[in-house]
Nanobody
Framework: QVQLVESGGGSVQAGGSLRLACAVS????????MGWFLQSPGKEREGVAL???????TYADTVKGRFTIFKDNAKNTLYLEMNSLKPEDTAMYYC??????????????????WGQGTQVTVSS
């Protein structure tokens, strides 16, 4: 049984930083498409950053240059380093996984495993 457990969310002021972590069990981060998604109240879930089984990364335009997704294979954990945070980054952040086939889509619907989410709140 695959489990994804996020941690690291919190409240920060604009310009601050947070590091989110997603501890993975039941599968390995090296065989999956792993991603971070966000959802704001009243809005659809959207992709933030992806890492494929080889570590190739993809970012949403809104976070390029500010966020970094990376994996610690030994800890079987996915991370999202978030710098220069903006109030518009405020959302619930979810970790997700799907088996790697031919690529890692940015849209959330193909992902079958999800964590419970961690709240990020950025104040101005």
């Amino acid at each position: 049984q695959v489990q994804l457990v996020e941690s690291g969310g919190g409240s920060v002021q604009a310009g601050g930083s947070l590091r989110l972590a997603c501890a993975v069990s039941g599968t390995t981060v090296t065989t999956q498409c792993m991603g971070w998604f966000l959802q704001s109240p009243g809005k659809e879930r959207e992709g933030v950053a992806l890492s494929d089984r080889d570590g190739k990364t993809t970012y949403a335009d809104t976070v390029k240059g500010r966020f970094t997704i990376f994996k610690d294979n030994a800890k079987n954990t996915l991370y999202l380093e978030m710098n220069s945070l903006k109030p518009e980054d405020t959302a619930m952040y979810y970790c997700a996984a799907r088996p790697f086939y031919s690529g890692c889509p940015m849209r959330p619907s193909p992902y079958i495993e999800w964590g419970q989410g961690t709240q990020v709140t950025v104040s101005s």
